[in-house]
């Protein structure tokens, strides 16, 4: 993983802990220094722990296929690969014996549907571009401001450069 994660401008490597620490304390040990750390999430704010990795638990997991199911939704990601194309298409929503939702591969393996929902969330919480500072001057995004929607608040005026999504009301 150290190899190529440096391969990748070295890429931030996110492994699962919940059966250990092995995977990242190996990586520590071969100086890599970028290694996920843990967020908590049932938080008003978000906060990082001190813990490096993933940790896979049913509140985890269900954040996970939330999130990617409103990245699939909006069309902002795309999947190529076969494999997770095929495991995909066989995970879904379970109970577990207590009565708690859980997601799981109904068919084979769904080792490629985690790490994919691991790289996603992951990737996301460092993408620093999605905080774009505020618009220049007076002008206000329409996404931002309720006094550029129409009187039920579903279509957004055009302004010069502000981009709304209404897809989800049409």
Known sequence: LACIGRFYNHAQIAPEVNSGITVTSRLSKLNYENL???RKRDTVAIKFTGKLGWETSLDSKRY????ARSKIYYKQVIVRS?????ELQNF????TPTGM?????FKGHDDATMAWLIALVTSDDENFE?????????QVASGLDPAYFDSEGLFGNVIS?????TNPWR
């Open 36 to 38: 996920y750390i843990w």
């Open 64 to 67: 996970m296929v939330e999130f």
């Open 82 to 86: 076969k494999i997770l194309w095929g």
């Open 92 to 95: 879904g929503m379970d109970w």
């Open 101 to 105: 939702i859980t997601y799981r591969a």
């Open 130 to 138: 999605k905080y774009v500072p505020p618009p220049s001057g007076n």
């Open 161 to 165: 450069g502000a981009r709304v999504d």
